[in-house]
């Protein structure tokens, strides 16, 4: 089993700052990518922003310049750091692991419950 726990939404005014913190946690071999989706209302899931093992980061092109990925692989974290954020980023956040639970490395994504994320004046 693996768990995956995020915490740090909340709610924050147009351009203030949020960072959201995921931890995996189990019966855990390897971790391959880790992300963040995001999904507001009336809409579907959407993809945020990535980082692979080695450090690549990949984003959605609404939050670049905005948004930071990082990635802890010795404590199995993953931070996403965002800044001058605008009503548009209000959502619930998501964050995943891909990992192999054993040398095997037959991958599963495992997901967090999500966090709330309010940006309004």
């Known amino acids: 089993q693996v768990q995956v726990v995020e915490s740090g939404g909340g709610l924050v005014q147009p351009g203030g700052s949020l960072s959201l913190f995921c931890a995996a946690s189990g019966n855990i071999y390897y971790i391959n990518h880790m992300g963040w989706y995001r999904q507001a209302p009336g809409e579907e899931r959407a993809f945020v922003a990535a980082?692979?093992?080695?450090?690549?980061?990949s984003y959605v092109d609404s939050v670049k310049g905005r948004f930071t990925i990082s990635r802890d692989n010795d404590k199995n974290t993953t931070t996403l750091q965002m800044n001058s954020l605008n009503p548009g980023d209000a959502a619930v956040y998501y964050c995943?692991?891909?990992?192999?639970?054993?040398?095997?490395?037959?991958?599963?994504?495992?997901w967090g419950r999500g966090v709330q994320v309010a940006v309004s004046s």
């Open positions: 980082i692979t093992r080695g450090g690549m980061a």
């Open positions: 995943y692991f891909r990992i192999a639970s054993t040398s095997d490395l037959v991958w599963t994504d495992y």
